[in-house]
C-alpha cells in the first residue's frame, strides 16, 4: 500500500483534486483503495490562494521510483509547472508512504520527510489510514486551519 497527497490551489482546483483521485487509479498497475474527503488549506509556506488537499491509498505492484514517475507525470498532464519553489500550483502530487519502505535518494524520500509537520496531509491521512497517524501526530498539527468541504 502506497498513500499520495493530492493539493491543487490554481484552476478549478476541487474538480483538479477529484479527477486526478481518480485517475490514480488508472495508473498502470495500480488500484486507487480508498480517498480522503477534500479539504481546503491555507498555503503552507507558500503563497496563493487556498488549497484543496485529500489522500488516497493505493495498491501497486510499481516501484517506488516508478510510481514517482507516473505522479509526476500525472502533474505534467495538468499543467503542472516549478517557476520557483513552493509556487502555486495546478496539481501537486506527493508521495507520502510506500508500505513500510525507507528511502532515501536524492530524486525520493519516503517516508515524506515533512508528513508530520501538515495538517493538509495529517487530517485526511488519519480519515483513510487512521492506524497509520500516531495521536500525537493529529495534537501537533491542531493549530493549523483546515476546513472539510462539501464535493
Known amino acids: 500500500m502506497a498513500c499520495v497527497a493530492l493539493g491543487a490551489n490554481l484552476g478549478d482546483a476541487p474538480r483538479t483534486v477529484a479527477n486526478a483521485l481518480r485517475q490514480l487509479g ?6 486507487l483503495l480508498s480517498a480522503s474527503g477534500l479539504y481546503r488549506t491555507a498555503p503552507w509556506q507558500a503563497h496563493g490562494p487556498d488549497f484543496i488537499n485529500a489522500v488516497a491509498l493505493v495498491s501497486t505492484r510499481l516501484t517506488a521510483p516508478a510510481l514517482l514517475e507516473a505522479l509526476l507525470h500525472q502533474e505534467a498532464q495538468a499543467g503542472r509547472e516549478r517557476p520557483y519553489p ?5 496539481l501537486d502530487l506527493d508521495l507520502l508512504l510506500y508500505g513500510s519502505g525507507r528511502i532515501a535518494s536524492p530524486r525520493l524520500t519516503v517516508p515524506h520527510p515533512r508528513i508530520w509537520e501538515r495538517a493538509f496531509v495529517v487530517v485526511p491521512l488519519a480519515e483513510v489510514a487512521p492506524e497509520r497517524v500516531p495521536p500525537q501526530a493529529l495534537l501537533a498539527v491542531s493549530g493549523q486551519h483546515i476546513e472539510r468541504i462539501q464535493t
Open 26 to 31: 488508472h495508473l498502470p498497475h495500480t488500484e
Open 86 to 90: 513552493n509556487a502555486p500550483r495546478t
